[in-house]
């Protein structure tokens, strides 16, 4: 990775600041001053300083992000904003990724990395890797509805859903329910409530594997992971890569 992409992840300025103190001499691989940014450093063999402190190279990044409604989940889009359009230069830098979508009119948990291994594990159907939903459904959600789920409800594509667990939080005409799913088809949730004769009228993603969203991320906000996030995220992994399918 080039040296000055590196200083620049790692928090020590954009890329033309970085440029800057390079020329002053003031960082040094395996000891040398280098003061060209396109110098490729290996950080897991080489030691770097920055005015004498040492550089500690992290190469991922895991952001948990409560995404409004309107933004879409994807790196690019010519039209709307995309989660990526919320981060802050320091987090854009690492070119993290949303793990997974979520529909542009459903809110909540997106989370962003650059870890293409993670990601892909937690995106693989065969790792069932479960999510909740809340949800506001038009509709009285019944007890049979939370059997349905659970036995698996044939979608308009006539795909039969995998188990999904319904939590009636609110019943009514219109109704607050809480769904757990552990796969990750197209508009999943909304399609399982038409198969049922509903209709989603709300949709948010409160969590994903064993992590929830924090309650403290306003619409928009987003945080990195904290370091026993991060463990839990890839033991869960772990566990679910050996769990039989
Ligand atoms: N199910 C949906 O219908 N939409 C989402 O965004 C996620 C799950």
Redo the contacts with the bound molecule.
């Keep these: 990775m080039r040296l000055d992409k590196l200083l620049a992840n790692m928090g020590y300025g954009t890329r033309k600041e970085v440029k800057k103190v390079l020329k002053t001499g003031s960082v040094l691989v395996d000891g040398k001053a280098v003061k060209d940014g396109s110098v490729h450093i290996k950080p897991d063999e080489q030691e770097i300083t920055i005015f004498g402190e040492e550089v500690h190279y992290k190469p991922f990044i895991y952001l948990m992000m409560n995404k409004p409604k309107g933004v879409i989940s994807a790196t690019e889009d010519r039209e709307h904003e995309t989660v990526i359009d919320l981060l802050a230069y320091e987090h854009a830098l690492f070119e993290p990724f949303p793990v997974g ?3 542009k009119d ?1 809110e909540g948990f997106v989370l962003l990395t650059n870890d293409g291994k993670l990601a892909h594990e937690l995106m693989s159907p065969k790792k069932h890797v479960p999510k909740t ?1 809340v949800a506001t459904v038009s509709g009285r959600v019944s007890e049979e509805d939370i059997v349905s789920f659970k036995q698996g409800v044939e979608l308009d594509d006539g795909y039969v859903t995998k188990p999904g667990e319904l939590v009636i939080h609110v019943p009514g005409e219109i109704s607050k329910i809480a769904l757990t799913i552990s796969e ?1 088809k197209f ?5 399982m409530f038409k198969s049922v004769g509903k209709k ?1 009228l709300e ?1 948010k ?1 409160i969590s994903i594997g064993p992590l929830q969203l924090d309650e403290n991320l306003g619409l928009g906000e987003y945080r990195e992971l904290t370091e026993e996030e991060i463990e839990r995220l890839k033991h869960a992994q772990d566990e679910m890569g050996n769990a039989t399918v």
């Design positions: 979508r979520l529909d459903t939903y990750g508009h999943q949730v909304k399609r989603v949709l993603r």
